[in-house]
């Protein structure tokens, strides 16, 4: 998955050209890096991004990948996932890690995981749809729990959160404005379940990989994890399977958008010279 935005470390520039329609890649995406003062501060952007994954580079003590995004929120002081591990997210953490999503960026704290005197550090951000909507069930595609939303359609990116059924297929309804491209998905209110991810040309059906694993393709599993359930409008989970009866879930939803993103997968030759 590439995205491009031109930017650099509190140097924001608009250096890709402008798309068709207006449309700014650096004022929907940007990669920031910067060196951490265990002083809480703002990390700047041209955007109020919706979405922080952030990764200490320096060291391996306190470094696991974090994550916080405007829909699970709350408005300060926001919730933590951890990409790499199958926890829960650390809720009521305090103004140590992000304090705040900003018009202009993130006010970060004084956690060894954001900001810690010399120690790097590099996060991804993605503009959504800001506050979160509801879709209600039975109104898009037969969707069948009523869903937290927030899309960005020109970037082709949305935020997902539901409570999942106590049993069956559910159907969400993602707000993305075309097929997604690649799925992420966590239980996010209990511990122990995987970060399940769908990314084109894998079976529609079963195909899945963890995020916080190593493992391949589950395809051979035979799960039934998806249901075939891919569209414009809705995607389909296996509660039980890639979901959990009454638990809270988040899903990151992207598609291609071109001249600005790809989303896809190559076979490896083994050839130094490509592919």
């Not at 700014?24 to 995406?29: H, L, Q």
């Not at 989970?237 to 001249?259: C, D, K």
């Amino acid at each position: 998955m590439e995205f491009y935005d031109g930017s650099l470390w509190q140097e924001i520039t608009d250096t890709a050209s402008t798309y068709v329609g207006g449309f700014i890649p650096s004022a929907n995406f940007q990669t920031v890096i910067w060196p951490g003062n265990s002083t809480a501060r703002r990390i700047s952007l041209s955007f109020q991004p919706d979405i922080v994954w952030v990764k200490k580079r320096s060291s391996a003590t306190s470094s696991d990948h974090c994550l916080v995004d405007s829909v699970r929120g709350p408005s300060t002081n926001l919730n933590i996932l951890y990409p790499n591990l199958a926890i829960a997210e650390s809720t009521g953490v305090g103004s140590n890690y992000v304090e705040s999503l900003d018009t202009d960026g993130f006010d970060i704290g004084t956690s060894t995981y954001f900001n810690a005197t010399s120690e790097t550090y590099v996060a991804w951000s993605w503009k959504a749809g800001g506050t979160a909507t509801t879709i209600t069930a039975g109104t898009v595609n037969s969707n069948t729990v009523n869903s937290s939303v927030s899309a960005n359609t020109d970037a082709g990116f949305s935020i997902v959160s539901y409570t999942a059924p106590s049993s069956g297929i559910v159907r969400i309804a993602h707000g993305l404005g075309g097929v997604p491209d690649i799925v992420i998905t966590k239980t996010y209110s209990v511990s122990g379940y995987n970060w399940y991810t769908w990314v084109k040309g894998m079976d529609t059906t079963s195909g899945y990989i963890y995020l916080d694993g190593d493992v391949g393709d589950q395809v051979a599993s035979g799960y039934n994890m998806w249901n075939n359930g891919f569209t414009s409008t809705t995607y389909e989970q296996n509660v039980g399977y890639s979901t959990i009866s009454g638990a809270s879930t988040i899903g990151y939803l992207w598609r291609s958008i071109p001249g600005y993103s790809k989303i896809g997968f190559y076979v490896g030759t083994g050839v130094a010279t490509g592919p």
